[in-house]
């Protein structure tokens, strides 16, 4: 059972920064693509970061978030730079086996709870 907890949401000004955390109980080294989704208040959820050897962004996020990870601790981050009511969402921890897909959620076969992130203006 692979279990993803994400934590490191909260609310901050429009400029403002925020690092979230996704603690994975899976050996994150062997083979798994990571990543993080988002969902807006009436909007599908989209793919914002993916990582498997490096990392790749959505074009709305590049040059402002940095995903990363660290295989000590089976844990991925997301460093937030430059948030603005755009950002707003809940954001979700993902994994799936073996390579980065795509940005569609449904290849991605673990998901952590979520964690909200509220940027106001």
């Known amino acids: 059972q692979v279990q993803l907890v994400e934590s490191g949401g909260g609310s901050v000004q429009a400029g403002g920064s925020l690092r979230l955390s996704c603690a994975a109980s899976i050996d994150i080294r062997s083979g798994y693509c990571m990543g993080w989704f988002r969902q807006a208040p009436g909007k599908e959820r989209e793919g914002v970061a993916l990582?498997?050897?490096?990392?790749a962004y959505v074009d709305s996020v590049k040059g402002r978030f940095t995903v990363s990870r660290d295989n000590a601790k089976n844990t991925l981050y997301l460093q937030m730079n430059t948030l603005g009511p755009e950002d707003t969402a809940i954001y979700y921890c993902?994994?799936?086996?073996?390579?980065?897909?795509?940005?569609?959620?449904?290849?991605?076969?673990?998901w952590g709870q979520g964690t909200q992130v509220t940027v106001s203006s």
């Open positions: 990582i498997y050897r490096s990392g």
């Open positions: 993902a994994a799936r086996a073996g390579l980065c897909g795509g940005w569609s959620p449904g290849q991605y076969n673990y």
